[in-house]
């Protein structure tokens, strides 16, 4: 297997790295509950996809202290 003959410099390395970026997914607005959610994907708090409801989503109720 090759093997470089001399080390990269800095510079060099951060050249080869400067279009790797980390960049937040990109969201859409979900029609029913007008949150976030990532674009053709079901909308995590509702449930819903192009309009129907395909998971039904259970909410957590709290405990009251007593």
């Known amino acids: ?3 470089p003959k001399r080390r990269f410099s800095r510079s060099r390395t951060r050249k080869k790295r400067a279009h790797k ?3 937040l997914g990109q969201f859409a607005i979900c029609p029913q ?3 976030p959610k990532q674009p053709h994907q079901v909308c995590p708090l509702c449930g819903y996809y ?3 409801q395909v998971i039904e989503i259970k909410v957590k109720e709290k405990k009251k202290k007593q």
Do not use: E, V
Request: some cysteine.
């Open 50 to 52: 192009k309009g129907r």
């Open 21 to 23: 970026l980390y960049r």
């Open 33 to 35: 509950c007008k949150q």
């Open 1 to 3: 297997m090759p093997l």
